[in-house]
């Protein structure tokens, strides 16, 4: 079993703050992903990541793989309420996809 | 194109009893995975299909079980459904085109009673 662990599990915050979310594992994984899944839907794609060390911005979101491709941050620059949601990152190796334990992040107006 | 379709949206059994969760994938996506979410065990699969086979299989008891259809529609089944089962069970659709991307349905929100 390929376990990815995320920290923290919950977090809660004002708007206009930065955070980090962290995305741990002891395997090495060809690629990995971030989702966000909002109370009542499915997890939608934010993000793909490819290369170690590689590092993709969304607006404010900024992602980076790991330089061993075991582990990646999600880091989130002036959050907004619009952020809030369940974050999993899910790592890839042949056609299989291992999803970690998610973060729930709450922004407060 | 429309999304992935889950039916129904919510559903509740009672424990013994049996349950089958339906998808349909985004129109030709060949690729079906169904995984079970719960608030203390986050995503757990379950298993795919393509073209009518299943391709990977979870950590799961024999109870639940799926097939696919010629037209890429998936179901799962969940028979003597016991109370741990209650959970979101999420499918999601992939094709070659959409390389390694897992489009999900909404859900199915399961209560066992």
């Known amino acids: 079993t390929q376990l990815l662990e995320q920290s923290p599990q919950f977090l809660s915050i004002q708007e206009g703050e930065n955070l980090t979310v962290y995305c741990n594992s002891s395997s090495v994984f060809s690629s990995l992903q971030w989702y966000r899944q909002e109370p009542g839907e499915g997890p939608v794609l934010l993000v793909t990541?490819?290369?170690?060390?590689e590092v993709k911005k969304l607006k404010r979101l900024t992602f980076q793989f790991g330089d061993a491709r075991k582990d990646s941050s999600l880091h989130i620059t002036a959050a907004q309420p619009g952020d809030t949601g369940l974050y999993l990152c899910?790592?890839?190796?042949?056609?299989?996809?291992?999803f970690g334990t998610g973060t729930s992040l709450t922004v407060i107006p | 194109k429309a999304g992935v379709t889950q039916t129904p949206r919510y559903l509740i059994k009672t424990r013994g009893q049996q349950v089958t969760l339906s998808c349909s994938p985004i129109s030709g996506h060949r690729s079906v995975s169904w995984y079970q979410q719960t608030p203390g065990q986050g995503l757990q699969f379950l298993f795919e299909y393509f073209s009518e086979t299943q391709r990977n299989k979870g950590n799961f008891p024999g109870r639940f079980s799926g097939r696919q259809f010629s037209n890429s529609r998936s179901e799962m089944n969940v028979s003597t459904l016991e109370l741990g089962d209650s959970a979101l069970y999420l499918c999601a659709s992939s094709s070659r085109n959409s390389g390694e991307k897992l489009f999900f349905g909404s859900g199915t929100q399961l209560s066992v009673l």
């Open positions: 990541v490819v290369t170690g060390g």
């Open positions: 899910a790592g890839i190796t042949g056609n299989q996809f291992y």
